[in-house]
């Protein structure tokens, strides 16, 4: 059985939220919120679900803002039991949603909030708004020695942060931006450096050569975890193609490669849309050579559209041969095909196209 990220935000979630709400405040009128908020849960779309509850949240909790998120952050530490990823994101909309007059105590509350539920979504107003304090909170996490605030401060104020508001003047001025992920350019902690990439990933969307002598920079400084940021952050300015990503990732900017064959196999596991791609090749460099190998399918629809694949990084010896294998899984190709015709795909090489071939979907 299936169950919908909508579904979580269900009557039974509520029931819950409403008991740890009253396990740390009595006077919560939670016989009056459960019945109120599970009359709201309509429709498969997750965002007005959760909007709902916390507007019901919000007429059940003290009127004054500080009082009220006092309780919310109570909630969220009560363990008996442990409070759920999905109650906390209902508590993190209504910070998001009724704090923004409230700057410190908000972002107080984001402190314990985010380590139940992230609240990169719920920081995005605050630093909309402008507010001094919300930035200079901002970099007070990203030297804490917690670093579910660092991951948070480098994640919240990314300029493309998926499903998040924009924020005027990130995308247009990345100074700022750069000079926080300065501060976690070495951070030993995994999750940090990889928020850190994401950052600068969509920095270099915007600024792509700031983005490549910023990488640059912090492997000169940092080593190893630096190498491991760039390499993720600079991962989509290599695919394409960009001289200066390539260089700093230690790619061959033009690779030196013969490909003797390019092809697809149907793909015979039973798995609707599975095909198989195959590359014969051979380095004709008369140096070792590394390269970063991508494809892009081609599909046949009106105005053609395409999206492009990471498939691997390779290091060669000189004259060395082989051959590669990806397995490409997107829904059922057959329908597809059937109804926009047979994908083409081209092979990719550190940007530049070597060879194409065609989905072989099989019958």
């Known amino acids: 059985m299936v169950i919908t990220v909508a579904a979580a935000i269900s009557k039974d979630l509520v029931r819950r939220l409403g008991e740890r709400l009253d396990a740390v405040n009595p006077r919560f009128d939670v016989v009056g919120f459960v019945g109120a908020a599970t009359t709201v849960l309509h429709g498969d779309d997750v965002l007005a679900r959760i909007g709902a509850v916390s507007h019901r949240l919000s007429l059940a909790l003290p009127g004054h803002f500080p009082a009220a998120v006092r309780v919310v952050v109570g909630a969220a530490e009560h363990q008996t039991p442990p ?142 975890e630096a190498v491991e940021i760039a390499m993720h952050g600079l991962r989509r300015l290599a695919h394409r193609g960009h001289a200066g990503a390539l260089d700093v990732l230690g790619f061959s900017e033009e690779a030196s490669l013969e490909v003797l064959r390019f092809w697809c196999e149907p793909c015979l596991l039973g798995v609707p849309g599975a095909v198989e791609l195959r590359a014969e090749l051979r380095s004709t460099s008369r140096a070792p050579q590394r390269v970063a190998l991508d494809y892009v399918v081609h599909y046949a629809t009106e105005g053609e559209a395409t999206k492009q694949f990471r498939w691997s990084t390779l290091e060669l010896a000189p004259g060395e041969s082989t051959i590669v294998r990806k397995r490409h899984c997107s829904g059922d190709l057959r329908i597809r095909a059937r109804d926009t015709g047979v994908p083409r795909v081209e092979l990719m090489v550190s940007g530049e196209t070597l060879a194409e071939t065609v989905l072989d979907l099989g019958t």
Do not use: K
């Open 83 to 224: 409070i759920s990823v999905w109650e906390a994101v209902i508590l993190n909309h209504f910070v998001e949603t009724y704090g923004i007059p409230h700057v410190a105590e908000s972002l107080d509350a984001m402190e314990v909030l985010t380590r139940h539920a992230s609240c990169e979504l719920a920081l995005r107003p605050f630093l909309a708004w402008r507010d001094e304090r919300t930035w200079a909170r901002v970099e007070d996490w990203a030297r804490s020695a917690d670093p579910e605030l660092r991951r948070l401060a480098a994640t919240g104020t990314r300029p493309r942060l998926p499903w998040g508001m924009a924020v005027p003047g990130l995308e247009e001025q990345p100074e700022r931006s750069i000079a926080l992920l300065d501060l976690m350019s070495g951070d030993p902690v995994p999750e940090v450096r990889r928020a850190v990439a994401d950052h600068l990933c969509d920095i270099a969307e915007d600024h792509p050569d700031l983005a490549v002598a910023t990488a640059r920079r912090w492997i000169g400084d940092e080593g190893v």
